[in-house]
Each structure stands twice: as C-alpha cells, then as structure tokens.
C-alpha cells in the first residue's frame, strides 16, 4: 500500500504541473494585444503612418507661451515628461503640445522624446524672443528661414569664430556639417499667412500693432542676451533677426529625423535693452503679449491647415 501511494503521489503532480502550463500558455496566447496607436501599427507592419492621423507638435519654453494653445485644445491625455507638461487632443486637428523646458539640450531632448513617442508630421515651436535686427520692435512676429547656434565654434588668439554643427541623419548614418539650417519653407510660409489672417486680433504694444517678418536667420544660444554690443555684434557678424535658446536645437533635431520644422517667435525685448531699460525689465513687461501674440498664430495656422486626406 505504501509503495502504490508513494508511485501515484509523484504522476499526480507531474499531471497537475503539466495541466498548469498548459493553461498559462492559452492564457497567453489568448491576451488581448494592448492598445497602440494607429501611427505605432502601421510602422510595426512596415507601412507608412496615416498621415491625417499623425500630431501637429507644438513646442514652447515657459508655460505661458502654451497657455492660449491648451485653453483652444481638446485635451484628451496630459502628461509629464522630465518635468515637461504634455498634452495630447485636437485643435481641429490631431496635435500634441509640449513644454520643452529652458535652453538647448532641454529643447533637444524634449523634442527627440515628442518624435520618437507621438511621431509628428510636423513641429511647430512658438514662444518668445529677443530683437536682434534693430528694425525689429517689441511685439513683431518673425519667422525665420534658417537658425543657427551662434555660441558653437571655436575660441582662438583672434576670439570667438561661429562654426558649422555636425548634423546627423540617421538614414545616411553620417554627419553633415551645417553652419545654419533651413525650416520647411512651405510650414513657414503656412505660419506666416496664418499671421496675416490673425494680424487685427493681436494685443498692441504700446499702442502699435506688432508687424509679422519672414525670412532671416534666427540664431539661439544656451546665455540670456542682456548685453547691447553683444547684440550689435551679432547683428553685424551673422546679420541675424532675432536671438532665442531653444529654436536651433529644435530645429536640428527635426531635420535629422526628417521632420518638417518651422519657428514662430515674438519679441518680448531687444537683446541688451533700449534706451535706459534693460531686456530683462523688458522682457517682464511684455513676456504675455508677446506670447500670447506667437500663439495665436499657431492656433489659427491649426485650425485652417488643410490635413492630408480631407
């Protein structure tokens, strides 16, 4: 009796292990898959994302810059990223709008994170900016044509020489060396009508309404512009239009990846002040107007951009 007990005891396991796995398995294979996002499906199964699906990325600074764009958005899914505040919804059109924090690695990271998680057709970035050009007053628009990182070079015995940044492609696998880099010419052009059509809405600046320029070079560092002969030395140097510290970042990093990218900025200050004021006095006197001026030509190119397949 004891040697019949001691052979079933060791099959009886053996068969309820065996019946154990075999219902983990089906339980597996009959999991449902978890849900993805059409753009992730159609680049899994090796097909182009539908393009009328992809997000609108739209990027600022400060969250002031953002205010007017999350207030017209039907937010579906916020989040934080990295301390970065996300949103995903619509503005009319699918369109994801993210804080990208201050300087240049932030605005690079961020927006590696925006296309490697949300995939972009496009990335818009709005905020605001100091003057270089002195044609330019506080309030106007600019959208440039080309940015460049105006303190990447080289320091030698005769100073400081801006020099070309190494882009990568990662379709090509190498680097390409740039010493500015354009923005999607039709995105601009799209920006800059949607500035016309908005124009007569914009707050005044002491009693002006801010004029929209196109064109130029934009330039951005990692240093607050403060400084008047720094300024006019840029101006004569690189004969740049307005100066921020994210916008070139932004700007290569959607180029590498192959994204169009445009930049719509408005001037809060002259770099280094005018007259007896400085850019930071300024900067605290017209930072909402002037961003709230750059976001609503974002919203309005939004909500009057044609989508693809419409």
């Given at each position: 009796?004891?040697?019949?007990?001691?052979?079933?005891?060791?099959?009886?396991?053996?068969?309820?292990?065996?019946?154990?796995?075999?219902?983990?398995?089906?339980?597996?294979?009959?999991?449902?898959?978890?849900?993805?996002?059409?753009?992730?499906?159609?680049?899994?199964?090796?097909?182009?994302?539908?393009?009328?699906?992809?997000?609108?990325?739209?990027?600022?600074?400060?969250?002031?810059?953002?205010?007017?764009?999350?207030?017209?958005?039907?937010?579906?899914?916020?989040?934080?990223?990295?301390?970065?505040?996300?949103?995903?919804?619509?503005?009319?059109?699918?369109?994801?709008?993210?804080?990208?924090?201050?300087?240049?690695?932030?605005?690079?990271?961020?927006?590696?994170?925006?296309?490697?998680?949300?995939?972009?057709?496009?990335?818009?970035?709005?905020?605001?900016?100091?003057?270089?050009?002195?044609?330019?007053?506080?309030?106007?628009?600019?959208?440039?044509?080309?940015?460049?990182?105006?303190?990447?070079?080289?320091?030698?015995?005769?100073?400081?020489?801006?020099?070309?940044?190494?882009?990568?492609?990662?379709?090509?696998?190498?680097?390409?060396?740039?010493?500015?880099?354009?923005?999607?010419?039709?995105?601009?052009?799209?920006?800059?009508?949607?500035?016309?059509?908005?124009?007569?809405?914009?707050?005044?600046?002491?009693?002006?309404?801010?004029?929209?320029?196109?064109?130029?070079?934009?330039?951005s560092g990692n240093a607050f512009l403060d400084s008047k002969p720094k300024r006019e030395q840029l101006y004569h140097d690189?004969?740049?239009?307005?100066?921020?510290?994210?916008?070139?970042?932004?700007?290569?990093?959607?180029?590498?990846?192959?994204?169009?990218?445009?930049?719509?900025?408005?001037?809060?200050?002259?770099?280094?002040?005018?007259?007896?004021?400085?850019?930071?006095?300024?900067?605290?006197?017209f930072f909402k107007v002037a961003a709230h001026n750059s976001a609503l030509?974002?919203?309005?190119?939004?909500?009057?951009?044609?989508?693809?397949?419409?």
């Amino acid at each position: 009796m004891r040697r019949s007990w001691q052979f079933r005891v060791p099959c009886l396991i053996q068969i309820l292990t065996l019946t154990g796995v075999l219902l983990f398995s089906s339980c597996v294979r009959e999991a449902p898959a978890p849900e993805s996002t059409s753009t992730a499906n159609s680049q899994a199964a090796g097909r182009q994302p539908d393009a009328s699906l992809q997000p609108c990325a739209v990027m600022y600074a400060f969250a002031p810059e953002g205010e007017l764009l999350r207030k017209a958005a039907s937010i579906k899914h916020d989040t934080v990223w990295a301390g970065r505040a996300i949103a995903v919804g619509t503005i009319i059109q699918p369109v994801v709008i993210a804080s990208s924090g201050i300087g240049m690695t932030n605005a690079a990271a961020t927006t590696q994170h925006i296309i490697d998680t949300y995939h972009p057709k496009a990335i818009v970035f709005t905020g605001i900016c100091g003057g270089v050009n002195p044609k330019h007053h506080i309030g106007d628009i600019v959208i440039p044509a080309r940015w460049l990182t105006h303190d990447y070079g080289y320091w030698g015995k005769s100073g400081f020489r801006t020099d070309s940044v190494g882009v990568g492609h990662p379709a090509s696998g190498g680097f390409q060396g740039m010493l500015d880099i354009p923005v999607d010419t039709a995105l601009a052009r799209q920006l800059g009508e949607a500035g016309d059509a908005v124009a007569f809405r914009f707050h005044t600046v002491m009693g002006r309404i801010p004029e929209i320029a196109r064109g130029g070079l934009g330039i951005s560092g990692n240093a607050f512009l403060d400084s008047k002969p720094k300024r006019e030395q840029l101006y004569h140097d690189l004969q740049a239009e307005i100066v921020d510290m994210e916008s070139a970042a932004v700007v290569q990093t959607a180029h590498a990846a192959g994204i169009p990218v445009a930049v719509v900025r408005s001037c809060s200050d002259l770099a280094g002040g005018s007259g007896s004021e400085t850019a930071s006095k300024q900067l605290d006197e017209f930072f909402k107007v002037a961003a709230h001026n750059s976001a609503l030509v974002v919203q309005q190119f939004l909500e009057t951009r044609e989508q693809p397949g419409r």
